[in-house]
């Protein structure tokens, strides 16, 4: 190479770099004359669209790698600056006493350089990280006041337009709280995953789908939908609608039940106040103490308020097994109560008692038959074991019943054999049971008002309580027999017995004994009530 070509390559290496610098300069001035108008775009654009006040930490805008000189000749067509932000918080105008109503960790996105000039700024794509939506009680936004004349009413119109449109958001690690109209109570709030938005374009609801964590049943609720338009003056009022699924749950985070929940329905409403329709099973439903599954099918509709974390539940629809029931009440908190108190109605018209014994007992049910029952259910809010609250009051009857094991239904056969002045009729058997009662159960004691059983030729009525936390039985009344005390016997007793049958034959029976049940579950003891003697004895 020749002395004068080296100079030549010197030279051009030497424009090069300054021109390197050069563009590096200017670009670096672009920069910071660009940044403070992009961060009042963004700082008006928030301000105007939440009617908030705005708070932003840091704003850093990178310019594009393109030349100057290609910048200038495209006008900016096709050339995007990368703008990044940090620590955004979004305040109720003049409420600094309230939660604020938006706050971001961080965003970034990238806008075309032509359309900063524009009357509406198109966004493609904007991610945010660590957002935390707070939204306050129904009439708590500061009252905006009537504005003065038309020209007031137009330019608070246009304030609200949006004037840049975000064709799709991602936002990641976000939280949604719904703030009580009463401060002392808990706020419902929601964990958010994942969460894209897609614009439709202005002043219509923008596409959703995201992932929301649930943390009792642990768990991941997919959902897709439809939310917006934005209502600034009363955020909870922006409508929300979709679609959910919920998999995989695992119940046994909670004390007393067990089994994998599946769920999946429609929502619509507001952020405060959601109408939620779906299907619920659990094919492996089971207590705790009992350990038998049962499959358990639910479809339900139930209305959230979000002001208040209020649970309504309308007529709930689910198979037990076999076995349908209807339930209706609510999950309601109280002015006093710290928690919420769980309030039911429970309706079995025709159930299977197999199936209810399946789930309340361990091993194999001892009896089948069909049971009636309606009940009310309410948990005040627990401190303590669930079966220390749990409130119990209604009825029940038992038709059609029969026991399974060979050693009852025995005792059964015999009774009714009996009852009908039949000992020996071996041909009697089998007969089916009926039962009805009416209890409540409060403190751990199920108090039966009254509690009768009966089977062809005799019946058993009886009052009393069970004590669950003790295991004591403490039961009397009457038993009612057709056939006279000699006529249950055989043999030479058959005889011997009839001139006490005036004695036994009272109130239309045959025969009438008053008698008691005490002891234990697992160890009754039945006999004669001497103590409960009356005047008619």
């Known amino acids: 190479m020749t002395s004068r070509t080296k100079k030549w390559v010197?030279?051009?290496?030497?424009?090069?770099l300054t021109m390197l610098v050069a563009l590096s300069v200017v670009g670096y001035v672009l920069a910071r004359r660009f940044e403070p108008y992009i961060r009042d775009q963004v700082v008006s654009y928030l301000h105007d669209r939440f009617d908030s006040d705005v708070e932003l930490a840091a704003l850093r805008v990178s310019m594009p790698r393109a030349s100057l000189v290609e910048t200038l000749f495209r006008r900016g067509h096709g050339v995007f600056a990368r703008v990044e932000g940090d620590g955004v918080v979004l305040r109720h105008k003049g409420r600094r006493d309230v939660p604020p109503m938006f706050s971001m960790k961080e965003f970034r996105f990238d806008v075309e350089l032509r359309t900063l000039l524009d009357p509406m700024k198109v966004v493609h794509l904007v991610t945010i990280d660590g957002m935390?939506?707070?939204?306050?009680?129904?009439?708590?936004?500061?009252?905006?006041?009537?504005?003065?004349?038309?020209k007031g009413a137009a330019a608070r119109d246009d304030a609200t337009n949006p004037t840049v449109l975000f064709e799709e958001v991602i936002i990641t690690n976000a939280a949604l709280t719904i703030l009580p109209k009463d401060g002392k109570k808990f706020p419902l709030h929601f964990d958010i995953h994942r969460l894209r938005l897609e614009s439709a374009g202005q002043h219509v609801a923008m596409k959703f789908d995201g992932a929301l964590t649930n943390a009792k049943p642990p768990g991941e609720i997919q959902s897709t939908g439809t939310f917006g338009p934005w209502v600034a003056s009363e955020p909870g009022d922006s409508p929300l609608a979709g679609a959910y699924t919920f998999a995989n749950a695992d119940l046994g985070v909670f004390s007393g039940i067990s089994g994998m929940l599946q769920s999946a329905g429609q929502f619509e409403g507001s952020l405060s106040s959601l109408t939620v329709?779906?299907?619920?099973?659990?094919?492996?439903f089971r207590l705790k103490v009992a350990g038998n599954p049962v499959p358990l099918q639910t479809r339900f509709e139930v209305h959230v308020d979000g002001t208040n974390g209020d649970t309504i539940l309308k007529p709930v629809n689910g198979i037990l097994g076999s076995t349908s029931f209807t339930t209706s009440g609510g999950i309601i908190k109280h002015e006093t109560d710290l928690r919420r108190t769980i309030s039911l109605n429970v309706s079995m018209p025709r159930g299977n008692i197999h199936d209810l014994l399946a789930l309340a007992m361990k091993g194999t049910p001892f009896m089948e038959g069909k049971i009636a029952l309606k009940t009310k259910i309410d948990i005040p809010p627990l401190t303590g074991p669930v079966r220390e609250k749990l409130l119990l009051d209604g009825q029940f009857e038992l038709s059609q019943g029969r026991f399974l094991r060979s050693t009852i239904q025995d005792q059964i056969d015999?009774?009714?054999r009996r009852g009908r002045g039949q000992p020996e009729n071996a041909g009697i058997s089998n007969v089916v049971s009926v039962m009805a009662g009416r209890f409540r159960l409060e403190n751990e004691t199920i108090t039966f008002r009254s509690l009768s059983f009966a089977v062809p030729g005799s019946g058993v009525d009886l009052a009393g309580r069970y004590d669950l936390d003790r295991d004591t039985l403490d039961f009397h009344g009457t038993l009612k027999l057709q056939a006279k005390v000699s006529e249950t016997m055989t043999g030479w007793k058959r005889w011997a017995l009839k001139p006490i049958d005036p004695f036994f034959s009272k109130q239309g029976a045959g025969t009438l004994l008053r008698i008691q049940v005490v002891g234990?579950?697992?160890?009754?003891?039945?006999?004669?009530?001497?103590?409960?003697?009356?005047?008619?004895?």
């Open 10 to 16: 010197i030279g051009i290496a030497a424009a090069a």
């Open 132 to 150: 935390q939506i707070n939204v306050p009680p129904k009439g708590e936004r500061p009252d905006l006041g009537p504005p003065a004349d038309a």
């Open 277 to 284: 329709r779906g299907e619920a099973t659990v094919p492996d």
């Open 414 to 416: 015999s009774l009714s």
């Open 520 to 537: 234990t579950s697992s160890e009754p003891k039945f006999g004669r009530d001497k103590g409960k003697a009356t005047q008619s004895d």
